[in-house]
C-alpha cells in the first residue's frame, strides 16, 4: 500500500456566517489525496474549531445543510473524490439566500 499524496496550498475563502465564525477571510488547508469533503472539513474544523456546529457538522463530516462549497467559481462541491491541485480554491458559503 502506498502512502497517501498530500495536496498543499487549498485555499477556501469564507463568506457570511463562515467568515464571522472563523474570523478571517481565507483558510489554507493541506489533505491526503484522493481528496473527500470529509477530509476538508477535517482539515478545517482542526485549523479553525470555531466553525464546528454552525458551519461543519459536529463530528467533522461534513457541512452542515444549509452551507455548500464550490471549486474556483466553476462547480459546486457535492460527490468524492474531489480533484484539487495545489492552488485551487474553494469558495464557502450559505446556501440560503435572504430577500
Given at each position: 500500500m502506498s502512502n497517501p499524496t498530500i495536496i498543499a496550498g487549498i485555499k477556501v475563502e469564507l463568506f457570511g456566517t463562515a467568515r464571522l465564525k472563523a474570523g478571517v477571510q481565507e483558510l489554507e488547508l493541506s489533505v491526503c489525496s484522493p481528496v473527500t469533503v470529509s477530509n476538508i472539513m477535517?482539515?478545517?474544523?482542526?485549523?479553525?474549531?470555531?466553525?464546528?456546529?454552525?458551519?461543519?457538522?459536529?463530528d467533522r463530516s461534513e457541512l452542515v445543510n444549509?452551507?455548500?462549497?464550490?471549486?474556483?467559481?466553476?462547480?459546486?462541491?457535492?460527490s468524492d473524490p474531489i480533484d484539487l491541485k495545489t492552488g485551487d480554491k474553494l469558495l464557502l458559503f450559505s446556501s440560503q439566500a435572504g430577500g
Open positions: 477535517k482539515a478545517m474544523a482542526d485549523i479553525c474549531p470555531s466553525l464546528i456546529g454552525d458551519i461543519i457538522s459536529h444549509s452551507h455548500i462549497l464550490n471549486l474556483n467559481g466553476l462547480s459546486f462541491v457535492n
